[in-house]
């Protein structure tokens, strides 16, 4: 069965904090994604990878940065957490040429106080 | 890039039959048509992608109108199981690199 999964579920930081969410996958995939999901804003994509070391620009990326030193592992990094940060954040993982069908992690829901 | 408009949430009871349509007025000719489920506190997961006409599987059915500017979205005898939301996706982002999710249509099953 294939499998995202994200380190946290749960993360509460502190403004000004470096904040990391990793996520592996297991289905050789090269394409991974980060978005984050809003109430009334839908999903946004933060950066995507489509292969290892390799980095996109999503649509929302300010105060982001990801890392991608190994095909099945993405991380996103906060490099200093604001409040406006505060949201649902999902990682994806798709096979190339098969970007409709992503597959999503469970999330992890980041609060910034 | 082709918006998609459907309904915000919609109620039904256990055992029947749910059809949620979504309107794509502009869809490109190389769009597909995608749908997606996510539950509380889950990620979204695929569920079922068409092109034209009709499409079936162990989830779902999707019929798709000749001139593909609508679409639906059909489950079969919900159950409380089925209660989510549910995105219909038509496009991908300019660079064609990812999916653009809109608000989609939360669906309460009750008993």
């Known amino acids: 069965d294939v499998k995202v999964t994200q380190s946290s579920r749960y993360l509460v930081k502190r403004t000004g904090e470096k904040v990391f969410l990793e996520c592996v996958q297991d289905?050789?995939?090269?394409?991974m994604f980060w978005y984050r999901q809003d109430p009334g804003l839908g999903l946004r994509l933060i950066y995507f990878?489509?292969?290892?070391?390799?980095?996109e620009k999503g649509d929302i990326p300010e105060g982001y940065s990801v890392s991608r030193e190994k095909k099945e592992r993405f991380s996103l990094i906060l490099e200093s957490a604001s409040t406006n940060q505060t949201s649902m954040y999902l990682c994806?993982?798709?096979?190339?040429?098969?970007?409709?069908?992503?597959?999503f992690g469970p999330g992890t829901r980041l609060t910034v106080l | 890039l082709a918006k998609t408009t459907q309904p915000i949430s919609m109620d039904s009871y256990e055992g029947q039959e749910v059809n949620i349509t979504c309107s794509h007025n502009?869809?490109?000719?190389?769009?597909?048509i995608t749908w997606y489920q996510q539950f509380p506190s889950q990620g979204p997961r695929f569920i079922i992608q068409?092109?034209?006409t009709k499409v079936t599987n162990e989830v779902a059915s999707l019929f798709i109108p000749a001139d593909r500017k609508s679409s639906t979205l059909s489950l079969p005898r919900v159950s409380l199981s089925d209660t989510a939301v549910y995105y219909c996706?038509?496009?991908?982002?300019?660079?064609?690199?990812?999916?653009?999710f809109g608000k989609g249509t939360t669906l309460s099953v009750s008993s």
């Open positions: 994806a993982s798709v096979g190339r040429g098969r970007v409709w069908e992503q597959f």
């Open positions: 289905m050789d995939h090269e394409n």
């Open positions: 990878s489509y292969d290892v070391k390799m980095k």
């Open positions: 502009n869809i490109a000719t190389n769009d597909y």
């Open positions: 068409g092109y034209k």
């Open positions: 996706l038509v496009a991908l982002n300019q660079a064609g690199t990812a999916l653009i």
